[in-house]
């Protein structure tokens, strides 16, 4: 048997969304000879081994796989079709399938993610040499990415030199990613705050509740790991609308409160991009106009108001920054989508009252076409009224000329 095709650390199942290579399966021998039934499992089986751990693989356990391929405990029909539902699977020594391409996909995934993790760690890393440096005090070295991941992607990093220790006995500690037990390290404490190791927490990473957060609530780390965006595919949608291009910190900064509010909503990978960049469109206007750490000022009470309608017929009609990023096939309300808002919006009309123009034509059509019905079936029941009284006319005057002839018979 063959080798593990994956890691065995590999752990997807904070990941919602599986990339699709919609060519590759098209053209593949997988959907031109599978059946129908067979075709239906394997995709099942697919999605079910991507958050498998290691991603990618599947249990060798016929019950098992038989439930995940939608058969439940009908281990019998299972059979029929796995031979064909596992095309392409290949059994390795440790008792598992593993797909090639689900595997290969889950690799670039669990990169892209390490990628994330180490961008956030230089970040904090960098900030903290600042202060460090502010305060006269030795920096800590950044390592490299590959470093870092093969000192087991730690949440935090100390390489202290020998003449910036304050006591040697006590803070004697040189591995990767420990916590200094001395209360003259200041290394330590310009690396404390967010230092949580979610390697650990990832299991239950929403639900869980530890000693950091008792509240039960989503850190900010955890947050933000709940779905990673590709920041250049971002940015080519911010340039669609000619807004500035996102920097990583600026979305360090906004990804944890975005995943906190949009996470588990069933949004599409589309979705979740769109309402990304609303979001952080609207992060930006609220900065420009409340500058960081200033309450906002109370609005004083007008003293008259005899020029109010007038202010109300030069004032421009506000836009609507969420309504004006929202792509045409989504819904806005009450049966309409964006694009037919958009088709029947009038100059200097809010999409709210042109909604609530066409709410109101829909309710009058309806109307006429229940009146244009109901005239149409009183017409028609008077015509069948008029037919029937001709036909029992003509009945009987057929009768009354039937009657002389047979007298004078």
């Not at 990339?19 to 079910?48: H, M, Y």
């Not at 990169?111 to 960098?126: E, P, S, T, V, W």
């Amino acid at each position: 048997m063959t080798a593990p095709l994956i890691p065995d650390n590999i752990d997807l199942r904070d990941f919602a969304y599986m990339p699709l290579d919609v060519v590759r399966l098209r053209d593949s021998d997988f959907t031109a000879l599978t059946s129908a039934e067979a075709f239906r499992s394997g995709l099942l089986l697919w999605c079910a081994a991507w958050h498998q751990v290691p991603a990618g693989s599947l249990p060798a356990d016929d019950r098992v796989l038989s439930n995940l391929a939608g058969y439940g405990r009908v281990v019998k029909e299972w059979l029929n079709i796995k031979d064909e539902a596992l095309h392409g699977w290949v059994l390795c020594e440790d008792g598992r399938y593993y797909h090639p391409v689900i595997c290969e996909k889950a690799q670039e995934s669990w990169a892209g993610k390490q990628r994330h993790h180490y961008a956030k760690f230089a970040d904090r890393l960098r900030k903290a040499n600042k202060k460090l440096e502010e305060s006269g005090l030795p920096s800590v070295e950044i390592p490299t990415l590959e470093l870092w991941i093969a000192a087991g992607s730690p949440a935090e990093w100390q390489t202290i030199s020998e003449d910036s220790k304050p006591n040697s006995k006590e803070s004697g500690n040189h591995s990767t990613g420990n916590k200094n037990s001395s209360g003259g390290n200041p290394t330590e404490n310009a690396l404390k705050g967010k230092g949580e190791v979610r390697d650990r927490e990832r299991d239950n990473i929403s639900l869980e509740k530890n000693k950091k957060n008792p509240d039960g609530f989503l850190t900010a780390e955890q947050a933000s790991a709940l779905w990673v965006p590709n920041l250049e595919h971002l940015n080519s949608l911010m340039a669609e609308r000619n807004y500035p291009p996102v920097g990583q910190t600026e979305l360090d900064d906004q990804l944890a409160d975005f995943n906190r509010n949009n996470h588990g909503k069933g949004h599409t990978e589309n979705q979740l991009y769109l309402h990304l960049r609303v979001w952080i469109v609207n992060a930006r206007r609220k900065a420009q106009v409340q500058p960081a750490g200033q309450k906002p000022a109370k609005p004083s009470k007008p003293q008259q108001q005899k020029d109010t309608s007038q202010f109300q017929t030069e004032s421009p009609i506000p836009k609507n920054p969420v309504f004006d990023d929202m792509a045409d096939w989504e819904q806005f309300g009450c049966g309409y989508t964006v694009g037919q808002i958009r088709e029947n919006i009038q100059e200097g009309e809010t999409p709210e009252k042109c909604l609530a123009r066409l709410i109101k034509g829909k309710v009058a059509n309806d109307t006429m076409a229940k009146q244009l019905e109901r005239e149409a079936e009183q017409a028609a029941q008077q015509e069948a009224q008029q037919r029937a009284a001709q036909a029992e006319a003509d009945l009987l005057a057929k009768q009354q000329q039937r009657q002389p002839r047979s007298g004078a018979a």
